[in-house]
């Protein structure tokens, strides 16, 4: 059974930083690509951030290229988004995905919300 | 930027009714693929790669097209089917997804 869980959202002021974690089990995590997709309330889906499944490359959304990291700890089937300068366009619930293919999205996580408020 | 467009944005069915989502690219799509999205909870991936239904999707869902213009089709609504549906794409070099904005399937 696959299962993805997203850990480090919260509410976190402009212009400071949050770090997100996704916990892996039931998936090949050093075989799969993995990725960051973000959906703001009651909004449509937007990708922010791909890498592949032996880190050695990462592709990011234009919007959030020198402001977020993506990264992955094969040892602990682990993947991490570094978000710095977060602004409120940045609120949304923030899910971590696996890649099929590199062409589509075949398992999910529930998803973990981050709020840039003051 | 590939800018996928979704019509129509809502549509009011019923049970057994066959529904035809229509997903349009500005420009040629290489791979697309299709998304299920109920309340509160994470999509679901129904068809990759244009038309290849995805592990343990029913088969009433298919879709098609190539090109500019895909589609999904749902032969025979069931209760469990009305949610929103969102199609994806990606580009060739350098990758980058992009999803069309959702058509929303009610009763």
């Known amino acids: 059974q696959v299962q993805l869980v997203e850990s480090g959202g919260g509410v976190v002021p402009p212009g400071e930083s949050l770090r997100l974690s996704c916990e892996t089990s039931?998936?090949?995590?050093?075989?799969?690509?993995m990725h960051w997709v973000r959906q703001a309330p009651g909004k449509g889906l937007e990708w922010v951030a791909f890498i592949r499944h032996d880190g050695t490359t990462t592709f990011y959304a234009d919007f959030v290229k020198g402001r977020f990291t993506i990264s992955r700890d094969t040892s602990k089937k682990t993947l991490h988004l570094e978000m710095n300068s977060l602004s409120a366009e940045d609120t949304a619930v923030y899910y971590c995905?696996?890649?099929?293919?590199?062409?589509?999205?075949?398992?999910w996580g529930q998803g973990t919300l981050v709020t840039v408020s003051s | 930027e590939i800018v996928l467009t979704q019509s129509p944005a809502t549509l009011s069915l019923s049970p057994g009714e066959r529904v035809t989502l229509s997903c349009r690219a500005s420009?040629?799509?290489?791979?697309l693929a299709w998304y299920q999205q109920k309340p509160g909870q994470a999509p679901r991936l129904l068809i990759y790669d244009g038309f290849n239904r995805a592990t343990g999707i029913p088969a009433r869902f298919s879709g098609s097209g190539s090109g500019t213009d895909f589609t999904l089709t749902i032969s025979s609504l069931e209760p469990e089917d009305f949610a929103v549906y969102y199609c994806q794409q990606r580009t060739n070099w350098p990758p980058e997804f992009t999803f069309g904005q959702g058509t929303k399937v009610e009763i």
């Open positions: 039931g998936i090949t995590f050093s075989f799969s690509g």
């Open positions: 420009q040629i799509v290489t791979y």
């Open positions: 995905v696996k890649d099929k293919g590199t062409t589509s999205f075949d398992y």
